[in-house]
C-alpha cells in the first residue's frame, strides 16, 4: 500500500488506531535496496588524467551491480561508462606519494591492472602495457635512476635497459650439499685412488670438468641467493637505489581450520566449507631482511634491539609472554638505503616506528608506543601490517598515533629522530590525503561534533594546524576525493535520513550534488532524523544515542546494540544499519521509544572508550545498555519490565549477557547471529581483546554468554544463519544445548539455512524481523500480559 495513502486511511480511522499501526510494513523496509530505497553510489575517485569523477552506482536497478558511471567536474548528468572505456581509464589518483609509483621526473606513473603492470604518461594520456603474462605482478616502483621494478611472484624483477632482468633469487628449501660417503664408503673410495692410477687421473679429470664448467655458469651480475627452508615471503621490496632488497619471512601457521555444512545446495547434497579457526590457535611473527646487492650479503635485522622489545605482557591474571615475536612493515624512503619499519608484536601491545641504515642494519627508534589494552584506532591496524602514513616532501615519514588518547596525525624528522604533532584536539582525523604537489593535507575529521565527519584542509608546514580551513558544512558525513590539481573535489554525502549521493566542486567554491538516488515512494514516508542524546552513566561520563521518539507512546523502548564492538551508530549520517533503521520507524510508528547506544568499545570516542572492554567484553559495555534502562524510566517513565533489547554479531552477545546478567533491567530481547563464547570465535579480533584462553582463561569466563545462560528470566529469540562462517552455527547450537539441559522454556531459535553472517534474502530478512516485532509486542509491547494473571 502506497504511504500516502496510508497516511490517509490512518487520518480518517483517528488516533487510537494510528497509535498501534504504521504505514511501513516489514515487508517493503526488508526489500533488496535498490527496489525500494534506491540504490546510492558508492566510491567517487579521480584518475590521474583529472577529466572526470567516476563512481560505481546502479540508478533504478537498471545496471549490474558494479556498474561505472562518470560525471563533468564542472557538474551535470552522470552517464554510464563503458566497459571497454572502463578497462582502459588510467590509474586512480591517491594523493601524493613517494614510494616510487612516479618516475623520478615525475612524468610516469606506475600501476597494476589484472596482475600486469602499466606505465600511465601524465603528459600525453597513454597508457602503456608493460607486462603480459600467466605470472600475477605487483607493487610497481620506480628507482632513483628511473628503472622500474616489480614483484612476481617471490622475485623482484626490473626494466634495464629495456631487458627484464631479475634482481632477486630467493629459493624454497634448504642449499643442496654434495652428500657425504659414509665412512666405510670413504675407506674403499680412498683405497681406490691409492692403489690405482687410471682412478686417481679420472677423478682429477672430474675435477677440472666440474671447476671449468662452475667458471662458465659464473654471472657476476647473478642476485645473491637464498634459501627460504620452508618459511614464506611476506613483504618484499627495493629501494630508491635499488641497491637492497628488503623482505620479510615468516613460518607457515597451523591454522586448525573449522567446518560448516551448507544443506541447501544446487545439486541437493550437503556440502562441507572450510572456514576459519578459533581464537588462540598458533600466531607467527616476522623476520626481516635486508639483501645488499652489491656485496652480495643478506643479513636479518635484530627487532630485539628496539627498546622494550623484552617488556612482558602486563595483564595482571596471565603468564608474561617473554618469548616475543614480531609483525614488520617497511616503507623505503626516497633517499636511498634508508627505510622506515612500523614494528608490532604480536599480542599488539608495542608499537615502534623506527628509522633503519641499510648499509648497517641499525635500527633508530622515532616513536614507541605502548598499550596495555591493544594498538588500535583510525588509521592504524588492528593486527599489525601497513597502517597509513608515508614519506612528506621534505623527507619526514608522517603516521597516525594514539599518543593523545586520540588518532592524530604525526610526522618523524628521520636525520633528528624528533616527532612533531600535527593535529591535536578531541576529536579524530579519519582519513588524510596529501595534495598532488604535497603542500596541503584535505582531512577529514570529527572535529567539532563526534557524530559528523566533516572536510577541511591544512597547509602541509609548520604550524599548519593553526591555518586549517573547514571545507564543508552540511550535517552529515562528508567522505572526499581530490583531483590530480589539489583545487577540485569530489564527495559522498549522506545524512540519518538519505542515503549516500555524489557531489562535486572546487575548495573554497559551491559544492553541487550530481546524482539523486531516492525512489519517491520511500521518500514520501516522514523518516525521522533521530536526535543524538547522552546518557548519563554510572561512571559519570556521558554515552551517546541516537533516539527515536514515537508520537504517541505506548509505554514501552527498544534498545539497540551495534555489531563489531568497534563502530560507531549513534552519529548524523546514513548507518550501515539502514534495515534497521527503517525498522526503528515502524517501531516508533507503533508507540516505541527507540534508543540506539553507542556504547562502550564503539568507535569514533577515542582510545579509552575504544579499549573500555579490554579483559571484560559484557562489563562496562553491557553497563552502559542497564544506565540507558534507568534513563528511560527517569525521562519517560518506562519501567526495565516494559524495556527490550536486541541486536546482531556483538550486538547479539550484549543482549544475551543483558538477560543472563542483567535480568532486572530488561524484559526481553532479541540475540541474532550472536557470540555465545568468546573462545570460539575468531583470533584477529579476539586476542586483542581478551588475549588467548589459555594465557587468559578467566577474561573468556566472565565474557562469555553460555557461562551465564541460568540467569535467564525474560523471553529471548535467537537467530542464525547456517552458512555463517564467522561466528558459526555451532557457537548458537552449543548455547542452545545449555539451554535445554538447564531446562529453561522462554526462548525460541530460528535457523535461515541459505544465509551467511549478513543476512542477504529479502525473505530472511523478512522473517527476521517479524519474529523480532513478534517478541516485542508480547513481551514488552501493549500485548504483554499482565504478570498477576500470569
Known amino acids: 500500500m502506497r504511504p500516502a495513502l496510508v497516511f490517509a486511511l490512518l487520518a480518517l480511522a483517528g488516533p487510537a488506531l494510528a497509535q498501534r499501526m504504521s504505514p511501513l510494513t516489514i515487508e517493503q523496509i526488508t526489500q533488496r535496496p535498490e527496489d525500494w530505497i534506491g540504490a546510492w553510489p558508492s566510491e567517487p575517485y579521480w584518475t590521474e588524467a583529472g577529466d572526470a569523477v567516476y563512481f560505481e552506482w546502479n540508478p533504478d536497478g537498471r545496471f549490474p551491480a558494479d556498474s561505472l558511471f562518470r560525471v563533468d567536474p564542472a557538474g551535470g548528468e552522470p552517464e554510464a561508462v563503458p566497459a571497454d572505456v572502463r578497462r582502459g581509464l588510467p590509474p586512480r589518483f591517491e594523493g ?25 604518461d601524465r603528459a600525453t594520456g597513454r597508457t602503456e602495457r608493460i607486462t603480459r603474462t600467466p605470472a600475477r605482478e605487483s607493487s610497481p616502483r620506480y628507482l632513483a635512476d628511473g628503472a622500474l621494478v616489480f614483484r612476481r611472484g617471490d622475485a623482484l624483477v626490473g626494466l634495464v635497459g629495456g631487458a627484464v632482468v631479475q634482481l632477486t633469487d630467493l629459493r624454497t628449501g634448504t642449499e643442496p650439499a654434495d652428500p657425504s660417503p659414509s665412512d666405510r664408503a670413504a675407506y674403499l673410495r680412498d683405497q681406490q685412488r691409492r692403489l690405482f692410477d687410471v682412478i686417481r687421473q679420472r677423478a682429477l679429470q672430474d675435477s677440472l670438468a666440474e671447476a671449468a664448467r662452475e667458471r662458465e655458469a659464473l654471472d657476476a651480475d647473478a642476485p645473491p641467493t637464498f634459501y627460504l627452508g620452508d618459511q614464506s615471503v611476506g613483504q618484499l621490496a627495493a629501494d630508491a637505489g635499488g641497491r637492497f632488497v628488503a623482505f620479510t619471512l615468516s613460518d607457515q601457521p597451523d591454522p586448525e581450520p573449522t567446518l560448516l555444512i551448507n ?30 646487492l652489491a656485496r652480495d650479503t643478506t643479513v636479518r635485522i635484530d627487532l630485539t634491539t628496539l627498546p ?22 617497511l616503507a623505503w624512503s626516497p633517499e636511498p638505503g634508508v627505510a622506515v619499519v612500523d614494528v608490532r608484536t604480536i599480542d599488539n601491545k608495542d608499537r615502534w616506528i623506527a628509522r633503519l641504515d641499510a648499509a648497517t642494519g641499525v635500527l633508530t627508534t622515532l616513536d614507541r608506543q605502548r598499550d596495555e589494552a591493544w594498538v588500535g584506532g583510525p588509521g592504524i591496524s588492528w593486527w599489525g601490517g601497513s597502517s597509513a602514513g608515508g614519506f612528506l616532501p621534505d623527507g619526514r615519514y608522517w603516521f597516525q598515533s594514539e599518543r593523545t588518547g586520540w588518532s592524530h596525525l604525526y610526522a618523524a624528522d628521520l636525520a633528528r629522530g624528533t616527532v612533531e604533532a600535527l593535529t591535536e584536539g578531541p576529536f579524530e582525523v579519519e582519513e588524510a590525503i596529501l ?118 507512546p505506548n509505554g514501552a523502548a527498544v534498545l539497540f546494540v551495534h555489531g563489531a564492538g568497534y563502530l560507531q551508530n549513534a552519529h548524523r549520517w546514513w548507518s550501515s544499519y539502514f534495515r534497521e533503521y527503517q525498522f526503528h520507524n515502524l517501531l516508533a510508528d507503533l508507540g516505541y521509544v527507540v534508543l540506539d547506544v553507542d556504547y562502550r568499545a564503539s568507535a569514533g570516542y577515542g582510545r579509552d572508550w575504544r579499549t573500555a572492554v579490554y579483559r571484560h567484553m559484557g562489563g562496562r559495555d553491557l553497563q552502559d545498555y542497564v544506565d540507558a534502562s534507568a534513563w528511560l524510566g527517569d525521562e519517560f517513565g518506562i519501567p526495565p519490565e516494559r524495556v527490550a533489547i536486541y541486536g546482531g554479531s ?34 584477529t579480533y579476539t586476542r586483542n581483546i581478551l588475549n588467548t584462553p589459555l594465557q587468559d582463561p578467566e577474561a573468556y569466563r566472565r565474557s562469555s554468554p553460555i557461562e551465564f545462560a541460568a540467569g535467564l528470566e525474560d523471553p529471548l529469540l535467537m537467530t542464525h544463519g547456517l552458512v555463517d562462517d564467522n561466528v558459526q552455527p555451532q557457537d548458537i547450537f552449543r548455547l542452545t544445548q545449555r539451554l535445554i539441559e538447564l531446562g529453561k522454556r522462554d526462548w525460541e531459535l530460528a535457523i535461515a539455512p541459505v544465509e551467511p553472517h549478513g543476512y542477504v534474502e529479502p525473505t530472511s530478512w523478512a522473517d527476521k524481523l517479524h519474529r523480532i516485532l513478534d517478541l516485542f509486542e508480547h513481551a514488552v509491547g501493549p500485548e504483554r500480559g499482565d504478570e498477576s494473571e500470569g
Open 96 to 120: 601524493w606519494a613517494a614510494d616510487g609509483r612516479y618516475s623520478p621526473d615525475g612524468t610516469r606513473r606506475a600501476f597494476t591492472r589484472g596482475g600486469d603492470v602499466y606505465v600511465y
Open 263 to 292: 544443506y541447501v545446495t544446487e545439486t541437493g547434497v550437503a556440502a562441507e566449507i572450510e572456514a576459519r579457526p578459533k581464537v588462540g590457535a598458533p600466531r607467527v611473527g616476522a623476520d626481516l631482511y635486508v639483501q645488499d
Open 650 to 683: 556483538y550486538g547479539g552477545f550484549l543482549t544475551l549477557m543483558a538477560l543472563f546478567t542483567e535480568p532486572e533491567h530488561f524484559g526481553g530481547g532479541a540475540a541474532l547471529r550472536s557470540v555465545t563464547d568468546w573462545a570460539h570465535y575468531n583470533d
Open 435 to 552: 595534495s598532488a604537489d604535497g603542500e596541503t593535507w584535505i582531512l577529514e575529521t570529527s572535529e567539532g561534533d563526534l557524530g559528523q565527519r566533516q572536510v577541511w584542509t591544512m597547509p602541509n608546514a609548520r604550524g599548519g594546524f593553526a591555518r586549517r580551513r573547514q571545507v564543508t558544512e552540511a550535517v552529515g558525513k562528508w567522505d572526499v576525493a581530490v583531483a590530480p590539481d589539489g583545487e577540485r573535489l569530489a564527495f559522498l554525502h549522506s545524512t540519518s535520513t538519505r542515503p549516500p549521493e555524489v557531489h562535486v566542486g572546487r575548495l573554497g567554491g559551491e559544492i553541487e550534488r550530481v546524482t539523486d538516488s531516492v525512489r519517491d515512494e520511500w521518500a514520501a514516508y516522514p523518516w525521522r532524523e533521530a536526535e543524538i542524546v547522552e546518557i548519563p552513566a554510572s561512571d559519570d561520563l556521558a554515552v551517546p544515542a541516537r533516539i527515536y521518539r514515537p508520537d504517541d
Open 308 to 329: 622494550g622489545a623484552f617488556d612482558p605482557s602486563d595483564f595482571s591474571d596471565a603468564p608474561a609472554d617473554s618469548a616475543r615475536m614480531f609483525q614488520p612493515w
